[in-house]
């Protein structure tokens, strides 16, 4: 059985999705935040009585989801097919989205890439700094401008496509609000930015990290191996582990990862559509 997710229900959540701690931690900080019942987007799936799926449709095209009964995705596509705005983005361990994408996808979209990303992992003690660590500071809210231009230029990069274009604003107030949060950290040059990293969501066993960038101008100095050496170290001063992921493709940022002791724990699978309209009928 599909239905909405309230508040009630996020003991219940929360024990499905710590069963994979590591595969679930942007969607167990989202419901450990509390929103449970107070935004939209939420769905569980229900198998004699238990929660057996998890769906969040967020309100940028986003989706996460985690799932154990596999009746559960050909419910949860429909139910994305309906979402306005419609799915975009598409992201997770190998073992959900592969399936939900197969029962999701629809003629009319247009599938501007598909890929598979590895997830690292470094363990607290792990780390291969060899004197490479550099030390980090959290941004402060002064460099909303930078680390905007930054962002989205690493989004046109990596992702190709202009996240900033989509939504200038909403895209400028969630950077705002990660910098009051103190989740951007910098290296500075001169006043200037020259390495940013971004401090995502976390639960007891990880923290996750994300939008590694090095300005052009800054590039081939080796700011990125120790800015990411850095800002691991201290986080697994309060969690036993760092996670990260990156395209399968993209060799220099495997290597930088695996030179300071990540290792590859499994994979993500990631789409990115551009929706069609509507079918008639």
């Known amino acids: 059985m599909l239905r909405s997710l309230e508040r009630r229900d996020t ?30 987007g939420f769905f569980g799936y229900e198998t004699e009585g238990r ?18 009964d ?25 073992e959900v989205t592969t399936p939900f994408w197969t029962a999701f996808q629809a003629p009319q979209d247009e599938l501007i890439w598909e890929r598979r990303e590895p997830v690292y992992l470094l363990e607290r003690g792990k780390l291969i700094e060899s004197g490479v660590a550099r030390d980090l500071e959290p941004a402060s809210e ?34 705002l609000s990660d910098l009051r949060a103190h989740r951007w950290w910098v290296l500075r040059e001169r006043g200037r930015i020259c390495f940013q990293v971004h401090v995502g969501p976390e639960n007891s066993q990880t923290v996750q990290i994300g939008g590694v960038f090095t300005p052009p101008v800054a590039r081939r100095r080796g700011l ?19 996670t990260l992921f990156c395209d399968e493709a993209n060799a220099a940022a495997r290597g930088l990862y695996e030179v300071l002791g990540f290792e590859k724990v499994f994979f993500n699978r990631s789409y990115l559509v551009q929706p069609g309209p509507p079918l008639e009928g």
């Not at 929660?51 to 154990?68: C, D, I, K, N, T």
């Not at 596999?70 to 190998?94: K, T």
């Not at 401008?145 to 190709?160: C, M, P, R």
Request: charged fraction near 25%; proline fraction near 6%.
């Open 70 to 94: 596999p009746d559960a995705f050909r419910f949860f596509a429909s139910c994305a097919r309906l979402n306005r705005p419609p799915v975009r983005h598409v992201v997770g361990f190998e």
């Open 224 to 242: 990125a191996r120790g800015g990411v050496a850095g800002v691991a170290r201290c986080l697994l001063e309060r969690r036993p582990s760092v």
């Open 11 to 40: 003991v219940a959540a929360l024990e499905l999705l710590r069963q994979r701690p590591l595969q679930n931690v942007f969607f167990e900080y989202l419901v450990e935040s509390g929103l449970l019942g107070s935004v939209p």
């Open 51 to 68: 929660l057996s799926g998890l769906l969040f449709l967020g309100p940028q095209g986003g989706v996460a989801l985690e799932v154990r």
């Open 142 to 175: 002064s460099d909303v401008k930078e680390i905007v231009e930054n962002s989205a230029q690493q989004h046109i990069e990596d992702l190709n496509e202009d996240r900033r274009g989509l939504d200038p604003q909403t895209f400028w107030r969630n950077h």
